[in-house]
């Protein structure tokens, strides 16, 4: 299947800080990726969909100006939390979707944020 | 609004049993739906998807089906290892939207 690399896998950071989430798609070109948080034992919740060369589409309750989306190209979306807080602490996930829609969704190895 | 849900929530087997995990969704208008393992700490493993028109897909020791019109998919994981103990997730596509359900924690004793 295709491969969705994410980086870093695990960051740790001041609270006040900026972090930067990185989500690639190695081997097909992702026209729409999706970013997703998961707290302990619970599942999966969209964030954002960000389609290549355009603003992203923020679902309800989600901060815009604290959750920064940018996919400038059809291999790379990032997610950076801006002025990062304890309750920013979270796993994140991201997932691509390729021009060719089968509707199939590969997801990233997730990246854990530990914000102190 | 689309709500998935899984039942059990969490699920011990001895190995060798077969494994079933259901999920339900409200709305029948999907595009697909898609099981997913999800190790700890890890990220999402596609198992299978099933296209709207599709009624089962299959993939070695694993086969989902479903029933749009009820809305409702089973996966089924035959002949359980130890191997398999990980967080089984179902999500749907409608629209551009993915929606995950809780998912279900599968452990297989040895």
């Known amino acids: 299947g295709a491969v969705v690399s994410q980086h870093p896998s695990r960051v740790i950071c001041k609270s006040g800080t900026s972090v930067k989430i990185e989500c690639r798609s190695l081997d097909f070109q992702a026209t729409t990726m999706f970013w997703y948080r998961q707290f302990p034992k619970q599942s999966l919740m969209l964030m954002a969909t960000?389609?290549?060369?355009?603003?992203?589409?923020?679902e309800q309750g989600v901060e815009k100006d604290k959750f920064l989306i940018n996919h400038a190209s059809l291999t790379l979306s990032t997610l950076t939390v801006t002025s990062a807080h304890p309750e920013d602490s979270s796993f994140y996930i991201c997932?691509?979707?390729?021009?060719?829609?089968?509707?199939?969704?590969?997801f990233g190895e997730g990246s854990r944020l530990t914000v102190l | 609004k689309q709500e998935v849900t899984q039942i059990p929530a969490a699920l011990s087997v001895p190995e060798g049993e077969n494994l079933v995990l259901n999920c339900s969704f409200t709305d029948s208008a999907i595009y697909n739906l898609q099981w997913f393992r999800q190790d700890p700490g890890k990220g999402l493993t596609s198992l299978l998807l099933i296209q709207s028109s599709q009624r089962e897909q299959t993939s070695g020791r694993l086969n989902a089906s479903l029933d749009k019109s009820s809305g409702r998919s089973t996966l089924y994981i035959a002949a359980s290892q130890p191997g398999d103990s990980a967080t089984y997730l179902c999500?749907?596509?409608?629209?551009?939207?993915?929606?995950f359900g809780g998912g279900t924690r599968v452990l297989v004793k040895p």
């Open positions: 997932s691509a979707r390729g021009l060719i829609n089968t509707g199939e969704l590969f």
């Open positions: 999500a749907v596509t409608a629209g551009n939207k993915l929606t």
């Open positions: 960000s389609n290549e060369g355009s603003k992203a589409t923020y």
